[in-house]
């Protein structure tokens, strides 16, 4: 019986994912409705902002020339990729020579020691965009293992939600700017090995994600362990549940909605204190792209600090959205 409750539940969770049986109900013009809303109109309002800066941007001079428009802004973010293809190419050529050298070395000598060297050019436009991914992923996972147990803590008891308070209302406020620095000495400090399995700028950048992007996780955690049925409460009580099942069986399925939106909320948090982060510290990453190109000053800078810019809202957005994908699977009720 178990059984058949579970495959029950497993298909209406996938129902809940597949809008078309809810479409196929629908009649035509609900269906014309939805697609107007849902597709035409944002559509529509793309069109009408490339049109605009299209416009604007031949009226505006700067010392760089005008502002670059869409089809300028397009002709660099290819130039970008071509400069990536490129550069990539190089370097398989660079392993390729380095493997046809070590062959002939081993077949005059099959004891001789040989050298893989790692390929030395400049990090291309895609490179630095993984770069920041990766940090960003690090500083979010540290902040979300560090947030959501504390959370848990400051929902279920109120002398810790007393005791924290304090602190979390003096450092929630604190710029990314501020906490650069005191990162940069901490981990230039202790952080010291003579093979690193991180180097520090990846450090420094993740640790002041952290430390910026933890706190609405924290108190979106708190607040959802604090809100939860107190009915489910006392059934805990009555059945004299353990601490740890009382918390992974009752509190945190009540508290996900609101754990996933604190968390939704940090990762946007940490990936906007990234980029200013590695702009401040020239860190490997977006950020640096930026500035770098900011300081060049060429004819493509300005193009290209704008596909920059693209480029950060996107992916942006895109991490929201996977958020809410995993806040919509593993989460029940409604969806709004």
């Not at 293992?145 to 008891?157: F, Q, Y």
């Not at 924290?218 to 049925?229: E, F, M, R």
């Not at 909605?257 to 980029?275: D, H, K």
Request: some cysteine.
């Amino acid at each position: 019986m178990s059984s058949i409750s579970s495959n029950a539940s497993f298909m209406a969770g996938l129902a809940r994912f597949n809008p078309f049986p809810a479409l196929l109900r629908e009649s035509p013009a609900a269906l014309a409705r939805a697609a107007v809303r849902g597709i035409g109109i944002p559509l529509a309002a793309i069109l009408a902002f490339l049109v605009v800066w299209g416009q604007v941007s031949q009226q505006i001079e700067t010392s760089l020339g005008t502002i670059p428009g869409p089809v300028q802004v397009w002709k660099e973010a290819v130039g970008l990729w071509d400069d990536h293809v490129a550069q990539r190419e190089k370097a398989d050529a660079f392993y390729e020579r380095q493997e046809e050298r070590n062959r002939k070395k081993l077949a005059k000598n099959p004891d001789a020691e040989v050298k893989i060297r790692g390929y030395t050019g400049k990090p291309t436009y895609i490179d630095q965009i993984f770069t920041s991914l990766k940090t960003v992923f690090m500083g979010f996972l540290l902040a979300t293992i560090v947030a959501v147990p504390l959370g848990i803590l400051c929902g279920l008891s109120s002398t810790a939600n007393a005791a924290f308070n304090p602190l979390i209302q003096i450092f929630k406020p604190v710029s990314p700017l501020a906490w650069l620095p005191i990162v940069t000495i901490l981990v230039s400090a202790l952080y010291v090995s003579p093979d690193p399995f991180f180097e520090k700028s990846f450090l420094t950048s993740a640790i002041t994600v952290t430390l910026c992007s933890l706190w609405p996780t924290l108190i979106n955690t708190a607040l959802g362990v604090a809100s939860i049925d107190k009915d489910l409460v006392n059934v805990g009580k009555v059945l004299r549940l353990k601490t740890r099942t009382k918390i992974f069986k009752l509190v945190l399925p009540s508290a996900l909605p609101l754990i996933f939106t604190g968390l939704r909320l940090s990762l946007g948090v940490g990936w906007m204190v990234l980029i200013a982060a590695e702009m401040l510290a020239q860190n490997p990453g977006l950020g640096k792209f930026v500035w770098d190109e900011f300081q060049n000053g060429s004819s493509h800078s300005l193009g290209r600090i704008m596909v920059a810019v693209f480029t950060i809202g996107i992916i942006g957005f895109l991490l929201d959205r996977i958020m809410l994908a995993l806040q919509t699977f593993f989460t029940f009720g409604d969806q709004r």
